[in-house]
Nanobody, 123 residues
């Protein structure tokens, strides 16, 4: 497994969760990384991305101001802090990595996917 996601769970609306993605190879420190999610009956959608250096981040409009993505190059991990969660945030969340950029990842060019982690927000 190259990308290992963890941290999902059940939380009430308004609560917080923190997802973490651990990469198995140091080469991922040179990759843009991010998170996608897939709700039941919907297509997988971009949530947040961070550049290889960590200098650039990008978010889906639906999570701006509530989610924060960060990375630790020494540990080759990418975290996503999710605050003010809403029932519509319920989905399986996937960690992703792309050798080129956040933009490429958003456009479907993701090179690597982690296994999903379930996030359920109750109303």
């Amino acid at each position: 497994v190259q990308l290992q996601a963890s941290g999902g769970g059940l939380v009430q609306a308004g609560g917080s969760l923190r997802l973490s993605c651990a990469a198995s190879r140091r080469t991922f420190s040179r990759y843009a990384m991010g998170w996608f999610r897939q709700a039941p009956g919907k297509e997988r959608a971009f949530v947040a991305g961070i550049s290889a250096t960590g200098a650039t981040t990008d978010y889906a409009d639906s999570v701006k101001g509530r989610f924060t993505i960060s990375r630790d190059s020494a540990k080759i991990t990418v975290d996503q802090q999710m605050n003010s969660l809403k029932p519509e945030d319920t989905a399986v969340y996937y960690c992703a990595a792309d050798a080129q950029s956040i933009g490429t990842m958003r456009r479907g060019g993701t090179d690597y996917w982690g296994q999903g982690t379930q996030v359920t927000v109750s109303s």
